[in-house]
């Protein structure tokens, strides 16, 4: 999870998913055909920024997904730790240059402005800028660091929400994992909302 408002840690973030995005896709969805939709994305909480896949499938069984996610994780260690300098550098320049684009119009540079107004936390209007500024001091070994600390399966930062939806077709699959124990460091969540009321706050950037 990184918080919004850390330049450094969201332009990592937003690297690692732009380096991820379509290797996740050629892997989970054209090679193993995991289901029609799937995808890598950045996800947004209330300011929370972290790494989110979308896995719809009707063959594989939810349970099963999260294995091959966790798998591709570990392959794509690899891809990131192999990277080139040149790799590294285009993929840089890439987010930069998607940083540094015009809004097409008004509307957009609205929503833009009005973002960060009602985000609740004090608005930067230069966060595009800021972002890039933090991108062209990046190093390919800080964005391994990041990954090894925040990412990678196992890491010690590394926090994962399962959601699973079962379909009629996996009712077997749904009562078999239901009935097994819960792994160490795993907490299976019956009810949101006492599970929410559980758990501190996310402490301030600041």
Do not use: C
């Not at 732009?18 to 995808?39: D, K, P, W």
């Not at 391994?144 to 399966?153: A, T």
């Amino acid at each position: 999870m990184v918080h919004r408002d850390d330049f450094k840690l969201n332009v990592k973030l937003q690297l690692v998913a732009l380096i991820a995005e379509q290797a996740a896709f050629r892997q989970l969805r054209s090679v193993e055909q995991l289901g029609y939709i799937t995808l890598l994305r950045l996800r947004n909480d209330s300011g929370i920024h972290g790494l989110q896949f979308i896995i719809q499938s009707i063959v594989k069984d939810p349970g099963h997904i999260d294995t091959r996610v966790e798998a591709f994780l570990k392959m794509f260690e690899s891809k990131l730790y192999e990277m080139t300098k040149d790799d590294f550098k285009s993929n840089v320049n890439a987010l930069i240059n998607m940083k540094l684009e015009k809004h097409k119009n008004s509307s957009e540079e609205s929503q833009f402005y009005w973002t960060e107004i009602i985000s609740g936390r004090t608005p930067k209007f230069d966060r595009r800028e800021a972002e890039v500024d933090a991108l062209k001091k990046l190093t390919q070994q800080e964005l391994i660091y990041f990954f090894d600390e925040n990412i990678k399966v196992g890491a010690t930062r590394n926090i994962t929400l399962s959601v699973r939806v079962y379909g009629n077709q996996h009712l077997a699959e749904y009562n078999s994992q239901k009935s097994e124990a819960v792994q160490p460091n795993t907490v299976q969540i019956d009810d949101i909302f006492s599970f929410r009321r559980s758990r501190p706050l996310y402490a301030s950037v600041r």
